[in-house]
């Protein structure tokens, strides 16, 4: 992922208004960029497209995770709704050096399948920044 792209991101989500989303399985704050209000949208849509080695999915929605002190995710796999894969970004380290756990190991960024676990242990201390992106099927109708 590009330098300027994770700059941007960063700089941006700076003075926007997060949600709260805690649940049994997680905690995190998260706020949503739809892709339109990404001016390197295309871009980064071919960056994925040469990294999965596809072109047959779609995303609208980027999402940004504040992972503050406390805030965790635990184990779990994207295996739902029409998600093809996850890919997933560090954008902001923490200050105690949290980690995306996928299949139980530290990753700052990466792509799987729906079918993988990855969970984000507790943050103890400082603010993790991360980007996903769940790339989607294509639904092609057929001819009735």
Wanted: glycine share 4%.
């Amino acid at each position: 992922m590009e330098q300027e792209w994770i700059d941007w991101f960063l700089n941006d989500v700076a003075d926007k208004t997060f949600t709260n989303l805690k649940r049994r399985h997680c905690d995190y704050d998260f706020y949503n960029y739809h892709k339109d209000n990404v001016p390197f949208h295309a871009e980064f849509n071919q960056f994925l497209v040469e990294l999965v080695k596809d072109d047959n999915f779609h995303y609208d929605i980027y999402h940004i995770h504040k992972w503050k002190e406390g805030s965790y995710f635990n184990r779990h796999n994207d295996n739902k709704a029409n998600r093809k894969f996850a890919y997933v970004h560090e954008l902001q380290e923490s200050e105690c050096k949290t980690k995306l756990l996928v299949e139980d190991k530290d990753s700052e960024y990466g792509w799987f399948d729906v079918y993988t676990y990855h969970s984000v242990p507790k943050i103890q201390k400082g603010e993790r920044i991360s980007l996903t992106v769940f790339g989607k099927n294509i639904i092609k109708k057929g001819l009735i």
